[in-house]
């Protein structure tokens, strides 16, 4: 094996060792809310988590990467990808603001209480999102070998579960709750829940629509191994959206005690 095969067999093995320290730590995460509640450690799990996403799967540390001699050149392809990575990442940490501002609402509004959810439905949008999350990453991993082929399979697979999700949350979850009295004018806690799972529903259909740009853009040709930074943001975009949902999780169906 050639070592730049060996680099690729490594890329993919890394995703998938990822993905398994992600999953168990979701299953940690709900062992510990079924047992003590514990909020620091509920919220500990969650920041390494999110951690692991953001710098396996989001790779941040391309930010301080120099492509090569040519990336200070304003007009060399390197240069453009240095500052589209920058500019992407600034959008990021300022729509990371406005979940924030929703977690903060949450906890200021309800305290340690929880509204009542269907905690199996929860959990399982949640597998859904994370799983979409290790197609994600193989999809850009084989785009980055040439493999376009590779590539729109697992980003469809990417979308498909994204779909799931999102139908999941809005045409699921949505209706048992309202059935079960929890609506958005009823209470604090109706107001908090349909916020929070709103906005972040709405990011997650923008992710499906950009997933279904690159995926008709990669049947017609125009990515390559060398050239695909559509790819890279689709990709980052999504990972950020598997974040958001790792905070929101815990804080909707774990944490506190249920609200009378």
Do not use: C
């Amino acid at each position: 094996m050639s070592s730049n095969e060996h680099s690729h067999s490594n890329s993919l093995f890394q995703g998938i060792v990822t993905f398994v320290v992600l999953a168990f730590l979701t299953a940690v995460e709900f062992f510990i809310a079924i047992t003590n509640a514990s909020l620091l450690l509920l919220t500990t799990v969650a920041f390494i988590k999110a951690g692991i996403v953001v710098y396996y799967y989001m790779h941040i540390y391309k930010l301080f990467e120099d492509e090569d001699e040519h990336a200070h050149d304003h007009n060399s392809f390197a240069w453009k990808l240095a500052t589209n990575r920058l500019g992407l990442w600034l959008f990021i940490v300022s729509d990371a603001f406005l979940f924030g501002g929703l977690l903060v609402a949450r906890f200021n509004l309800l305290g340690l209480t929880r509204p009542h959810l269907d905690q199996v439905l929860g959990l399982g949008v949640t597998a859904a999102l994370l799983l979409s999350s290790f197609f994600m990453n193989r999809a850009e991993t084989l785009m980055a070998q040439g493999d376009r082929k590779g590539f729109v399979t697992s980003a469809a697979i990417t979308l498909l579960l994204g779909l799931g999700f999102f139908l999941g949350v809005v045409f699921v979850e949505w209706p048992n709750a309202a059935h079960e009295g929890l609506t958005a004018s009823g209470s604090a806690a109706g107001a908090v829940f349909y916020m929070m799972t709103g906005m972040h529903a709405f990011h997650v259909l923008t992710g499906l629509i950009f997933l279904g740009i690159i995926i008709r853009n990669a049947l017609r040709g125009h990515y390559s191994a060398e050239q695909h930074w559509a790819v890279e943001a689709a990709t980052v975009y999504w990972h950020f959206v598997d974040v958001v949902w790792i905070f929101f999780y815990p804080a909707l169906y774990l944490i506190g005690r249920l609200g009378g």
